[in-house]
Nanobody, 115 residues
Framework: QVRLAESGGGLVQPGGSLRLSCEAT????????MSWYRQAPGKERELVAR???????FYEDSVKGRFTISGDFVKHTVTLQMNNLKFEDTSVYYC?????????WGQGTQVTVSS
């Protein structure tokens, strides 16, 4: 079983920055993709960014140029650097990992953008 633990959420003003971190523990050696999702109240969970290595990343359109995902598949960690945060980035952010056996989720960390 893979377990994921996120950290780094919090309250930030518009235009500010936050860095989310996630570490996989347990049977983590088969992980080949790590991602960040988010879910705002009343909305579906959406993919924010995904990495399978530095040459294989995906970003949701609204975060391109503002967010950067970085995965370390030796340490089995993933970070999300979020710059120029906007009100609409307010959500619970979830770390996600995938291996040949399935999908794994963290417990979520709240990011609130407010003035």
């Amino acid at each position: 079983q893979v377990r994921l633990a996120e950290s780094g959420g919090g309250l930030v003003q518009p235009g500010g920055s936050l860095r989310l971190s996630c570490e996989a523990t347990g049977r983590r050696f088969g992980i080949y993709a790590m991602s960040w999702y988010r879910q705002a109240p009343g909305k579906e969970r959406e993919l924010v960014a995904r990495t399978q290595g530095s040459a294989n990343t995906f970003y949701e359109d609204s975060v391109k140029g503002r967010f950067t995902i970085s995965g370390d598949f030796v340490k089995h960690t993933v970070t999300l650097q979020m710059n120029n945060l906007k009100f609409e980035d307010t959500s619970v952010y979830y770390c996600h990992a995938q291996d040949a056996n399935g999908h794994y989720w963290g417990q979520g960390t709240q990011v609130t953008v407010s003035s």
